[in-house]
């Protein structure tokens, strides 16, 4: 099978891209690189069957010869990237989505959205099911990225009533791992860093937020299921243990063996003060479920960012 992943060089794009690959797929990557790294995908670069051309899927998009399904990955997607980048944010999930599904139509593809739990905003729902409709607010600062996505999903649904388009909408939950970038502004990469470098780690809030951390090769298999296996209905993927984000700092401490303070800022506006996906429907349709533990998940990312240069 011969498929497109959009955002090949970002972070959940090019684990994706490495995954399909390993399982016999020719993969064909699309990135403009306003949040991918090259650095992402250069080991693929040797790899005949992997293709890449740097382009915005935002404009007209063309891919010569056969397609059988189209990763709509393209998208900034950590706080701080859409937070100083909210115009192209609304774009990529809007424009761009339409442009991939535009795609998909004329090469007669699967088409799997990359959603996000964002969709459910500060849930009063707790944990949080695909039935539930969220609690956004639209106009916040949070909202160019929770509407886009919402909206993604909504014209996604739409192919697939009108157009008969094969659909899939997976909304994923926090997701860590190597190749996070180092100032993404997402938690883990924050207190990673921040433990590394003898500074103190911050907080928002008083750090009893909770969120559910998945690491990067449980999620990427549950993409595949889905993708393989799956059915339109939107699916969570995400690990259901929930902890709060002073215990990461805890944690991310301990393994680092840093001596950082922790150090309390004011909780960002909308931030959600819960995050916990219910995962039954994945659990009974794509037989998935999260294996790696978050200490050795952290373990793993830890060695990544040692790795990296200073």
Request: charged fraction near 20%.
């Amino acid at each position: 099978m011969r498929v497109l992943v959009t955002g090949v060089a970002g972070f959940l794009g090019s684990h994706l891209a490495d995954r399909l690959l390993a399982g016999g797929y020719d993969v064909v990557g699309m990135d403009n690189f306003i949040t991918g790294s090259p650095d992402n995908i250069a080991h693929l670069t040797g790899d005949a069957r992997f293709t890449f051309f740097r382009h915005d899927v935002t404009n007209f998009t063309y891919v010569a010869g056969p397609l059988d399904g189209v990763f709509h990955f393209a998208s900034p997607a950590s706080p701080r990237d859409y937070l100083e980048l909210p115009i192209q944010t609304l774009k990529v999930g809007s424009l761009g989505t339409h442009k991939a599904l535009g795609l998909a139509l004329a090469k007669q593809a699967r088409f799997l959205l990359a959603s996000t739990s964002e969709v459910y905003g500060d849930p009063l729902v707790h944990p949080q099911p695909e039935g539930y409709w969220g609690n956004v607010n639209p106009i916040g600062p949070r909202g160019v990225y929770d509407e886009a996505k919402r909206f993604a999903e909504a014209l996604v649904m739409a192919y697939h009533r009108y157009h008969g388009v094969d659909t899939r909408i997976v909304r994923i939950f926090n997701t860590y791992g190597p190749r996070m970038r180092a100032h993404d502004g997402r938690v883990v990469s924050n207190f990673i860093v921040q433990a590394l470098r003898g500074e103190p780690l911050t907080l928002y809030g008083d750090g009893s937020q909770t969120r559910s951390f998945c690491y990067v090769d449980d999620l990427i298999e549950g993409i595949l299921r889905l993708f393989e296996r799956g059915t339109s209905e939107p699916t969570n993927l995400g690990n259901p243990v929930e902890f709060t984000v002073a215990q990461l700092a805890e944690q991310v401490l301990a393994l680092t063996g840093s001596s950082s303070k922790l150090v309390h800022e004011p909780l960002p506006e909308d931030d959600p003060k819960v995050r916990q996906p219910d995962i039954a429907r994945a659990r009974s349709s794509l037989g998935w479920e999260p294996r790696v533990q978050l200490d050795e998940g952290l373990r793993r990312t830890i060695a990544h960012f040692r790795a990296l240069p200073a």
